[in-house]
């Protein structure tokens, strides 16, 4: 469940500190969208998916991308 003020229609940017695998940001995609928001990025401090996350449909943006 999302808290805050409603979203639907509204463009949505999810941001988390670090992604690896991407299953937290796809539920919070998820979510977004089902409540109507427009994802258009996700934002981190540290990208280690090695850009396996390439199909989320909005661009990945990060202060570093790190090899795992």
């Known amino acids: 469940e ?3 003020p409603d979203i639907k229609g509204k463009k949505v940017l999810i941001v988390d500190d670090v ?3 991407g299953k937290s940001i796809k ?3 998820d979510k977004v969208t089902q409540a109507g928001g427009l994802i258009i990025g996700y934002v981190c401090i540290v990208d280690r998916s090695g850009g396996k996350l390439a199909n989320l449909g909005a661009p ?3 202060v570093l991308q790190e090899k795992i």
Do not use: D, E, V
Request: with cysteine; hydrophobic share 50%.
């Open 2 to 4: 999302l808290c805050g």
């Open 19 to 21: 992604i690896c695998s």
């Open 27 to 29: 539920r919070a995609a």
């Open 60 to 62: 990945i943006l990060s």
